[in-house]
């Protein structure tokens, strides 16, 4: 069995903001992993209104993470956060599957 990946509090909280300033139904943050990128495999981190039927559902301060099936063995384990740094605030995922990942962290090979 497959471990999901844990989301932050900070990461919940900023996903709350998000839906707080946005007119209209929540959103859900969709982290799914696609081939391409510099190493690899690259994260494809998105809002999206829907939920497939398929879709693991992580959820946390009345908000939404979801991970499709083929994605998830990716990103067993993983941690999902939110940071602000210098150079921009963004969601991160610290994954321990990757045994490299390019500097913007993107991108990352198995």
């Not at 559902?57 to 063995?73: N, T, Y």
């Amino acid at each position: 069995m497959l471990l999901p990946p844990t989301v932050t509090p900070r990461a919940f909280a900023r996903l709350a903001e998000i839906n707080a300033a946005h007119e209209g139904a929540p959103r859900a943050l969709r982290i799914a992993v696609e081939g391409g990128g510099c190493s690899g495999f690259q994260y494809d981190i998105r809002l999206e209104e829907t939920t497939a039927g398929d879709d693991i559902v992580l959820e946390g301060a009345g908000q939404k993470v979801l991970i499709d099936p083929v994605s998830l063995p990716f990103l067993e384990n993983a941690t999902i956060d939110f940071t602000e740094e210098l150079i921009g605030a963004r969601f991160v995922i610290d994954n321990p599957n990757a045994t490299s990942s390019c500097g913007c962290g993107i991108s990352f090979s198995i």
